[in-house]
């Protein structure tokens, strides 16, 4: 997996490109976005003050990346279980 694009607009952290996860540094109400959808990441994601203010780097780029790996399988499992019902769901109306 390539390193993860991210960026700070305040308290607000975006991570990622194609599937985005959106961190709000105050009140962790966090959520992703992908495929023009948005839904709620209920996983709490904390960095320290010193590795915002860039020192530690290294840890901060393993922190950033572990996290982005975390909600890209997050997303994955979405995208299955959306999958697999709209399999079910035409086996539903092929039975009747």
Do not use: H, W
Request: with cysteine.
């Amino acid at each position: 997996m390539q390193e993860a694009q991210v960026t700070r607009d305040g308290n607000i952290l975006t991570i990622g490109k194609d599937i985005q996860l959106i961190v709000n540094l105050d009140n962790q109400q966090n959520y992703v976005k992908y495929d023009s959808r948005k839904v709620p990441y209920q996983r709490e994601i904390v960095f320290g003050k010193d590795l915002l203010e860039g020192k530690r780097q290294n840890v901060f780029r393993t922190a950033i990346n572990y996290y982005y790996e975390q909600a890209c399988r997050f997303v994955e499992g979405l995208q299955i279980a959306e999958n697999y019902q709209k399999t079910i769901n035409t086996t539903v109306r092929e039975i009747k």
